[in-house]
């Protein structure tokens, strides 16, 4: 491969839904070595394998070790083995919501313990450019809509907790050693998949999130969709948020460390969004489009502690990193759609193949 690589970041949490994208854009970027860490609780060794296969690179541009953010000795072990990193993408961790209210020590200790052994560890190797996966969940329930970055913490879960607690303890680190040169990203609501249908959201068990749980009814995993709440204030009465394609969200991280390379920002947080709200209805309809098919579904009760509507000013991304969303709901249902369709059951199944020829 005739190219120059100069730049090595390492990506925590790599082989995950978001990681796995971004990774695929950093090497088509053709400015990256990427090295990914990931313990593959709620992730495939199989996204990074098929990664290489869509970008076709080299066997050194592309690393994978199987390593925990908590395991002080074996991330010490990664970075000595490769002391080109520069910079660190920082997906690792534990996601659901619900999880997270019945197990919050567990979330603790993964997202908040694991990120300061992580920090300990670049800083440790000097290495101060360091890309934060946040959410949205850090705002808590609206005050005001579009969301904006300077807009009330106030996270009301676990998980989202954990997220803001990592956000300050990040703004604590830029405040006593301003070498640190931090960009915060907090997205809003990924769905998706590549374009190729090789990758995309495989969760274990039952989907938290509303769209592999769609994928999964069009497959036929599932029997129906519950839609939590048809009597909001919204134009059908569901509820309505800003969905982001994964394509997109994955370009965000490489205008971020592009950023970072460039500039020094300090530690500034920064909405990955739309900018625009969909409705759960809308969403729902936009894979039936895209299957051919009307999606099953029935009207359930409100979830404690949702909210109507929210979406993101996503006019700092723009402005700081040259960036916006550019992909819309048909294109998020129908690359979806190849995703599962083409990947009933995830990574798994092509797994469960291999083995069984063998």
Request: hydrophobic share 35%; glycine share 8%.
């Amino acid at each position: 491969m005739n190219r120059a690589i100069f730049r090595t970041v390492l990506v925590t949490g790599g082989a995950g839904y978001i990681g796995s994208h971004t990774c695929l854009e950093l090497l088509e970027s053709k400015t990256y070595k990427v090295v990914v860490i990931d313990n593959l609780d709620n992730s495939s060794e199989e996204s990074i394998k098929r990664v290489q296969q869509l970008t076709a690179c080299g066997k050194d541009d592309l690393v994978f070790r199987n390593c925990d953010i908590r395991d002080r000795r074996r991330l010490k072990a990664v970075l000595d083995e490769f002391p080109n990193i520069s910079s660190c993408i920082h997906f690792a961790g534990l996601k659901a919501v619900g999880e997270s209210v019945s197990k919050p020590l567990m979330y603790y200790d993964c997202n908040v313990g694991g990120t300061v052994q992580l920090l300990e560890q670049l800083n440790n190797k000097g290495i101060k450019n360091f890309v934060f996966s946040s959410s949205a969940t850090v705002y808590g329930e609206p005050e005001m809509l579009p969301l904006v970055e300077t807009a009330r913490l106030q996270a009301t879960n676990p998980y989202g907790r954990t997220k803001l607690f990592i956000e300050e303890i990040l703004r604590d680190c830029h405040a006593s050693d301003d070498s640190w040169n931090t960009l915060i990203l907090r997205y809003f609501n990924p769905i998706g998949a590549h374009p190729s249908g090789k990758i995309g959201e495989d969760p274990q068990g039952i989907p938290n999130n509303l769209m592999p749980f769609v994928a999964q009814v069009c497959v036929g995993r599932r029997e129906k969709l519950s839609v939590f709440g048809d009597d909001y204030d919204t134009p059908d009465g569901t509820g309505v948020r800003d969905y982001i394609h994964v394509v997109d969200l994955a370009k965000g991280h490489v205008a971020a460390l592009e950023k970072l390379y460039s500039d020094q920002v300090g530690c500034r947080a920064v909405n990955l969004g739309t900018g625009q709200g969909v409705s759960v209805l809308e969403l729902v309809k936009g894979m039936g489009k895209a299957t051919g098919k009307a999606v099953p579904y029935e009207i359930s009760p409100r979830r404690p502690g949702d909210v109507a509507t929210v979406y993101a000013d996503a006019s700092l991304a723009q402005e700081l990193l040259g960036w916006k969303a550019e992909l819309g709901v048909d294109a998020m249902c129908e690359d979806t759609w190849r995703w599962q369709s083409t990947n009933p059951n995830g990574y798994q199944q092509q797994v469960q193949d291999i083995e069984s020829e063998q």
